[in-house]
Each structure stands twice: as structure tokens, then as C-alpha cells.
């Protein structure tokens, strides 16, 4: 009786860990912003904007962390960076444009965010 009682328990603890695992590294659906770059670019930027996302090493050059590659730069130029990619800013082609997948709405919101992704 004590061992179903206890088996019981931690099954549940396991569901209730798994639940938590699945909600946390799905993407927020309350910030958009967050989503669209989790889905466009954490993948060579890396989820903090650190440069070490999984396409990264392959790239040549390597994207920078954000905290050393847009100090200084206006929004103007993160944001021509974003539209055109990398030869907008005198950067790579390996910075892809969104001039066609992001409107320039999304791609000023990107400014912003990954702005404070440097902090
Ligand atoms: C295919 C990989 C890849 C994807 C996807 C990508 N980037 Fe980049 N990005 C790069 C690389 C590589 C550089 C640096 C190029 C260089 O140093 O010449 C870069 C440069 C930049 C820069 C200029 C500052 C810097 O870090 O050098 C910004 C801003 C930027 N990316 C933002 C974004 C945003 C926002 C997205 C998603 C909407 C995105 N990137 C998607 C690879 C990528």
C-alpha cells in the first residue's frame, strides 16, 4: 500500500518536472518579438545573442556577441543590418537579410530587443 502510495507521488512529480521542461523552453507566445528571433536567429546568434548558436561554428566569419558588435552602433545601423544583411553595415552575406520575412515594424522591435540582449 505504502509503495503504490509512493510510486504514485513521484510519478506525478515526474509529469509535473516534464510539464515544466516543455513550458519553459517553448517559445513565450506573449512577447512575439522573443519568438521571431528565437526562430530566426538564435540559431546562428544563439538564444542570449552571444554568438554560439548551433549554425555559428560553420560560419565564416562566426556572428560576434551582440555585447561587443552593436556597442556603439545606432539603431539605425542595427537596423539597416537586420533589413539588408551583413553587406548593408559592411558585414558578411553570412548575416542573411529580412528585407522579405520581417516588416520594418518586426524589425524595429528586433532592434530593441536585441539591444538589451547586450546587458
Ligand atoms: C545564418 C546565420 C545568421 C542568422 C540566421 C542571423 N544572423 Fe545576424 N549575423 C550573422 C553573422 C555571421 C554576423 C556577423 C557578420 C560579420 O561579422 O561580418 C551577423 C551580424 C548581425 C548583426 C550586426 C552586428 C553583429 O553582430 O555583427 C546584427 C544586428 C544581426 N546579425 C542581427 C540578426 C537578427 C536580428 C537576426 C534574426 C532576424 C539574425 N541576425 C539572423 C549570422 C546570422
Known amino acids: 500500500m505504502k509503495r503504490t502510495k509512493l ?3 513521484s510519478g506525478l512529480a515526474i509529469a509535473l518536472a516534464t510539464g515544466l521542461a516543455v513550458g519553459l523552453s517553448a517559445p513565450c507566445r506573449a ?3 522573443a519568438k521571431v528571433y528565437a526562430d530566426n536567429c538564435a540559431s546562428c546568434h544563439g538564444p542570449q545573442g ?3 548558436g ?3 561554428a560553420a560560419l565564416t566569419p562566426p556572428p560576434g556577441s551582440f ?3 552593436i556597442a556603439g552602433k545606432s539603431d539605425d545601423w542595427i ?3 537586420i533589413k ?3 553587406p548593408g553595415v559592411g558585414k558578411a552575406p553570412s548575416m542573411p537579410p529580412y528585407a522579405g520575412t520581417l516588416s520594418d515594424d518586426q524589425i524595429k522591435a528586433m532592434v530593441a530587443y536585441v539591444k538589451q540582449l547586450q546587458k
Open 50 to 52: 552571444k554568438g554560439d
Open 7 to 9: 510510486v504514485t507521488k
Open 84 to 86: 539588408e544583411g551583413g
Open 67 to 69: 555585447a561587443q558588435s
Open 54 to 56: 548551433p549554425a555559428a
Open 79 to 81: 537596423f539597416k543590418g
Open 31 to 33: 512577447d512575439d518579438t
